[in-house]
């Protein structure tokens, strides 16, 4: 394999990948050549780049990081591959929901108990890392399973805090933005690293080819379903809501709010868990200043959406309401959607609070002085947002 060469910490030598040697890699380990529409390698490009260049990387982020493009372009292989062989997929997945909402508002719980209604489908774990079967079908769901319980292992040794901030399982629902981490158009890169040139990228860029991409993929794995809706979720789709609706024209939007000052350095504080393993420069106000400037795009983008009309497709949802009574939340939002939570379904939603009760794993505790930030400074980056929703964000 091809790779280049630069300094590491402590005097050792570490090896960065270039581009076509990492899609050379994904065809040796995979045997196959197609990975579809080339576009995803300029934002490949510039990750590698950025990454290497301001995100301060020590000895494991350099090893590890490029093992984890290398499961994105085998994952392409593995799609176009199952395309070829089955030609008839069209990309129109039914969608019923899409939940998003700055990161920390309250996504994760609502996505698990919309999870728990038969009528829903959404992403597994195990899916969402491997989203299409191996070309000689050599993988079962079981061994998918495992594969996906093995890689939550490795992450949680690599950040145990994470565990705490953002507990996941193997067969439990997952952000569909792991789709779009196979375009390499998806905010969880610039979270893992100090990706400057990336992230600015991100900030302003029409994901349009990679919402179809997510939207073909959705139809790839519910191939032979049973015709349920799905229901998706991840706080990126808050500043790309444009290219979302225009891929799920008939999806009702979730919107979730939890006040700036609370949802911001929480996600300051996920963003250093998560970075840490892979750099030993790690700063508190460098990590403040990308969650409050990506909040900040992110709303901005969507206020523009909001603004333009169809709101009738939004649904907002206030995090200390979800909190207090989610389940009078959830029922508050099938009415809207013109369905009942009938009692089975809402025994089942009852069970699973109590069975993961807030701060099982620790306490995430927070401060926006230890991202460098003050009340004063959100409250005016969010200004026309504390205004228009007021209602939903009480604290």
Request: with cysteine.
């Amino acid at each position: 394999m091809a790779w280049s060469t630069v300094p590491a910490m402590a005097g050792e030598e570490e090896h960065w990948p270039t581009s076509p040697a990492l899609l050379a890699d994904a065809r040796r380990k995979t045997g196959l050549n197609d990975f579809g529409e080339m576009g995803f390698v300029e934002p490949l490009e510039l990750f590698l780049e950025a990454a290497l260049t301001t995100g301060q990387l020590n000895p494991t982020g350099l090893r590890v990081l490029p093992k984890v493009l290398l499961r994105h372009l085998v994952n392409r292989l593995y799609l176009h591959d199952h395309l070829e062989r089955q030609p008839h997929v069209v990309a129109d997945p039914p969608v019923a929901l899409v939940i998003t909402g700055l990161p920390r508002t309250g996504t994760t719980v609502l996505h698990n108990l919309l999870a728990l209604d038969p009528v829903h489908r959404v992403l597994r774990l195990w899916e969402a890392l491997h989203p299409v079967p191996h070309a000689d079908g050599s993988f079962s769901q079981e061994a998918l399973v495992d594969q996906a319980r093995r890689w939550l292992t490795r992450l949680y040794q690599l950040a145990p805090s994470f565990r705490m901030v953002h507990g996941s399982t193997a067969e439990g629902p997952e952000e569909c933005d792991a789709l779009l981490q196979n375009e390499f158009a998806s905010q969880h890169f610039e979270d893992m690293v100090h990706a400057e040139a990336y992230s600015r990228w991100l900030d302003h860029v029409s994901l349009r080819r990679q919402y179809a991409s997510l939207a073909l993929q959705l139809s790839v794995l519910d191939q032979g379903g049973d015709g349920r809706r799905w229901v998706l979720k991840s706080p990126s789709h808050l500043g790309h809501l444009d290219d979302l609706v225009l891929q799920f024209p008939a999806a009702v939007i979730v919107h979730c709010h939890r006040h700036p000052v609370e949802a911001i350095p929480s996600h300051a504080s996920l963003v250093a868990i998560v970075r840490r393993p892979y750099s030993d420069e790690v700063r508190g106000e460098v990590v403040g200043e990308h969650a409050l400037r990506r909040g900040m795009v992110a709303m901005d983008r969507a206020l523009s959406v909001r603004g333009a009309g169809a709101s009738d497709r939004f649904v907002d949802v206030g995090f200390e309401a979800l909190r207090r009574d989610p389940l009078a939340v959830v029922a508050r939002l099938y009415e809207r959607l013109g369905r009942r939570l009938d009692e089975t379904t809402a025994a089942a939603m009852r069970r699973w609070l109590a069975e993961h009760p807030q701060h099982r794993h620790g306490i995430h505790r927070y401060r926006l002085a230890d991202f460098g930030l003050d009340a004063e400074r959100v409250d005016r980056s969010f200004a026309d947002y504390l205004r228009r929703f007021a209602e939903h964000l009480e604290h």
